[in-house]
Structures are given as structure tokens and as C-alpha cells.
């Protein structure tokens, strides 16, 4: 199984300073990811591996950004009942 990476951009890697992460599986600084889960993987362990050994961080930013707009809704409803 294989990890489907992306090369953070060089726009991005400007944007962080040339910021570089370090592999989740070996630690070896990369400037390569796994976009859904948004964890950073090298490119010798991205074929040794499966996205389902990755961390879904992803999936804790989405429900965040959820909870967000949920307390944002609830914020602008209480100030329509005041
Ligand atoms: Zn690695």
C-alpha cells in the first residue's frame, strides 16, 4: 500500500519560512504530506505504509471548523433574540 503524497508548494514553504516537518513514520524532516489527514510523510515511507496508520487530522480540523460555524450560528441567533 501507498501513501498519496503532495510537495508542499514553494509558495507555502516561503509563506512558513521554508518551515519543514518532520515524517510521522521516521522523523526525517520533508516538505511532503498527506493532504486528507494532513500529516507529513517522507517519500521512502509514503510505499512502506497505508493511510489508515495515519493520525486523521484532517477529520479533528473539519469537526472543528463545524463546531466553529455552529457557535458562530448561535452567537448571531442570540443577538437576533436579544
Ligand atoms: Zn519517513
Not at 28 to 46: M, S
Request: glycine content about 2%; proline content about 6%; aromatic content about 8%.
Amino acid at each position: 500500500m501507498t501513501i498519496p503524497l503532495i510537495k508542499e508548494s514553494e509558495e507555502v514553504s516561503k509563506q512558513f519560512h521554508g518551515l519543514i516537518e518532520s515524517c510521522h513514520f521516521c522523523n526525517k524532516p520533508t516538505k511532503y504530506w498527506h493532504e486528507n489527514t494532513n500529516n507529513p510523510v517522507c517519500e521512502k515511507c509514503a510505499p512502506l505504509h497505508k493511510v489508515a496508520e495515519l493520525p486523521d487530522y484532517g477529520k479533528k480540523i473539519r469537526a472543528n471548523k463545524r463546531k466553529k460555524a455552529k457557535e458562530a450560528a448561535a452567537t448571531m441567533q442570540a443577538a437576533w433574540d436579544f
